[in-house]
């Protein structure tokens, strides 16, 4: 019996076989709707595939394939692409094998993109002619009928010879591909490919590229495994942190990994890999609170990203069954509301710790430069722990006389200083009891005092100033500090064993000038908070020169000076646009970056260069208009200021105007 799959079985004739396919594909293109009369004569695959790019509109006379990726999204999607890094050690490997044959190999995506090319340079030349090449569009619904975009529709291998192509500019070819599924959702999710012209088909080429799509889904499918398993892992301590409550752990291709059984069977899914399972977590990861309202007796409480070397690898969502839904998880599910902002990966793992650390009594500290934020950060703990409800106490040892450090901190009693209350005084750790107390500038605190904070740390208990009576506490200590603690000590001036305490939980905040990428979306909260103190009636927005300016400027005094710059715009503001000129004096003199061509780029590749200098012409050409320059690259503005600091590209000449 004939292989449906195969166009050629013999190599013999093959300019005869050329024109006959021709004539059948005439007479299709004369006329279309007389498909039925070719049924017994082109094989059914192919008939199906033309009817379906005549019913769409493909032109058969189009020559070449289009663009479907720039080069910078293209390298943008390579770097992200796990079926890339995979497959392209596979066919280089290969490659080696298919010299003098005249086949090229082609990676493609689920959606018929071309991601990878290897082959002989010869070769290649000859059909860049129809755009055969990385970034253009393989898809049947672009290029008609060929054995990539083909394959990917119907799920199956497939030979493309000549004139079965349905498009005539690729009548010069032949092609065979295959469906690369994935191990456990069983989607395509590409097609590899084998390209020639047509006096180089072979019959074995179908099966080659079946034999190589299957070495690369079995690599996945290791990768996939050694992923599943450490989410397996997670699974079980979330079941452990959680345990009054249910939790599905998925993965980040939408794999279902684990999960509560009563509440799979309530969401109708299955601890089984299959195509249907795949799509209903695509829709869980797409809206959550809309997918999780199906289950009415459970309150979807937080999806929570599973961080794992620095990558999103998966995601837990917690639920609890609605008549039980406990204080301390829906102080989890407010705390998204809460003011520390940011999509950066390094403000996604600080939101991930801070989770893991409020299960816990442990004290933290928190090290880094000024004005980063730690305050908000140990707000933020204090409020999606199960002390929500109890006081947060925040204290500043930086600020206060170092006289009153000790009676602010553990009180007094009655005659213990002249002039005190007569009743004495409760200390900031007795107002805290059953809360959180935060010690700001814990490098501030006199040596002699830091052995009172030692007993509480150690003992869960204190004696106010001037008594003998000991009281006992329930208090989770978070401290702060800009100052190197560890060079304190050797200095005499902080208690090592007080170090040790309070070091078993820590964490260095990242200054503003590490996490780019949440500038923006931190002076938009702000602008919104000043506009509405200040009565604001406009809606304010940076303009795109403040905007570049803020990405460029290094923050020194981190998310504090960037706010204090905010609320002094907001107040001289003039319009709905904050420019530079309504930025404090001290910005406008600070001195731009050197210009481009001070700068070292040998470290960029030839790609970078290439993509840099493109950049470059575009912001001459359109005057720095960010958003112009960002659209006609296709790319999010917040990714082309990404760029722009990679790059160092800088409007020296307006950027202070």
């Known amino acids: 019996m004939d292989n449906p799959f195969l166009s050629i079985f013999s190599t013999k004739d093959l300019s005869n076989k050329v024109s006959e396919i021709k004539h059948k594909w005439e007479t299709f293109i004369t006329n279309p709707t007389n498909g039925e009369n070719l049924e ?29 990726l720039t080069s910078f999204e293209l390298e943008t999607l390579l770097s992200e692409s796990e079926l890339y890094h995979t497959a392209k050690p596979i066919i280089d490997n290969i490659y080696d094998k298919l010299i003098g044959t005249g086949y090229l190999i082609t990676l493609n995506d689920e959606s018929g993109k071309m991601l990878y090319l290897k082959g002989e340079k010869e070769l290649i030349r000859k059909t860049e002619r129809i755009n ?33 192509h349905f498009c005539e500019g690729f009548h010069p070819m032949t092609c065979s591909a295959s469906p690369i599924f994935h191990p456990y959702t069983k989607n395509a999710i590409g097609a590899i490919d084998f390209t020639g012209f047509w006096p180089s088909t072979q019959p074995h080429t179908l099966g080659l590229a079946v034999s190589l799509a299957q070495m690369i889904e079995q690599q996945l499918q290791l990768k996939y495994r050694s992923k599943y398993t450490k989410l397996e892992e997670y699974y079980h301590q979330y079941t452990f942190k959680y345990r009054e409550h249910s939790v599905l752990v998925i993965s980040n291709d939408a794999v279902l990994v684990n999960g509560d059984r009563t509440l799979l069977n309530v969401l109708q899914l299955k601890k089984e890999s299959t195509f249907e399972n795949h799509l209903k977590i695509k829709k869980l990861l797409q809206n959550p609170a809309s997918f999780f309202n199906q289950a009415k007796e459970y309150q979807f409480i937080h999806l929570e990203p599973i961080i794992i070397n620095y990558e999103e690898v998966g995601y837990a969502a917690i639920l609890n069954k609605k008549a ?5 998880m829906l102080a989890l599910a407010q705390a998204k509301d809460h003011q520390l902002i940011g999509e950066s990966v390094e403000m996604k793992e600080i939101l991930h710790k801070c989770r893991q650390i409020a299960l816990v009594t442990t004290p933290v500290l928190l090290t880094g430069e000024t004005g980063t934020g ?22 500043n040892c930086g600020a206060m006389q170092k006289e009153l450090i000790g009676s602010e901190l553990f009180g007094y009693e009655s005659g213990t200083f002249t002039g005190g209350k007569k009743e004495g005084k409760k200390g900031k750790f007795e107002e805290a009891n059953g809360g959180t107390i935060f010690l700001d500038e ?22 106010r100033l001037g008594s003998s009576k000991t009281i006992t506490i329930d208090v989770k200590v978070i401290a702060a ?11 005499g001036l902080f208690r090592r064993d007080l170090f040790f305490r309070l070091n078993v939980i820590s964490f260095s905040v990242p200054s503003l000038s590490e996490r780019t990428e949440d500038i923006i979306p931190i002076s938009h909260h702000y602008l919104r908070l000043f506009a509405e103190k200040y009565n604001k009636t406009l809606s304010l927005r940076l303009a795109e020169k403040t905007e570049s300016f803020f990405l460029s400027y290094k923050w020194p005094g981190n998310i504090r000076e960037l706010r204090n710059a905010l609320e002094h ?19 406008a003199h600070v001195q731009p970056q050197p210009a481009l061509d001070k700068v070292e780029h ?43 600091k990679k790059y160092q590209l800088r409007d020296l000449n307006n950027t202070f105007q």
């Not at 990539?148 to 000549?162: A, C, D, N």
């Not at 800009?482 to 050797?490: D, G, P, S, T, V």
Request: charged share 25%; hydrophobic share 40%.
């Open 324 to 328: 039980k839904a406990s204080s301390s």
């Open 602 to 644: 040998d470290s960029f590749s030839v790609m970078e260069k290439t993509e840099m200098e493109q950049i470059r012409k575009l912001l001459i050409h359109s005057k720095w208009n960010i958003s112009a320059v960002a659209k006609e690259l296709r790319m999010a503005r917040s990714t082309l200021y990404r760029k722009l």
């Open 569 to 587: 715009a907001v107040i001289f503001s003039d319009s709905a646009e904050i420019d530079v000129r309504h930025l404090p004096d001290y910005l």
């Open 442 to 463: 814990i490098g501030e605190m006199p040596l002699d005092l830091q052995v009172h904070l030692l007993r509480v740390l150690q003992e869960k208990e204190l004696t």
């Open 374 to 395: 730690k305050e908000l950060i140990a707000r933020y703990i204090h409020d999606v722990s199960s002390r929500s409800d109890k006081p947060f106490i925040a204290i």
């Open 132 to 164: 055969f090449l990385p970034g253009m569009d393989w898809s049947e619904n672009a290029a008609g009928t060929n054995a990539i975009g083909t394959s990917i529709v119907s799920k199956k291998p497939i030979q493309v010879f000549s004139a079965e």
């Open 481 to 491: 500090t800009h100052r190197n603690l560890e060079a304190m000590i050797e200095e």
């Open 40 to 68: 017994n004569i082109v094989r059914r695959d192919i008939l199906h595939s033309w009817s379906r790019c005549h019913s769409i509109g493909i032109n058969p006379e189009q020559k070449q394939a289009r663009t479907a």
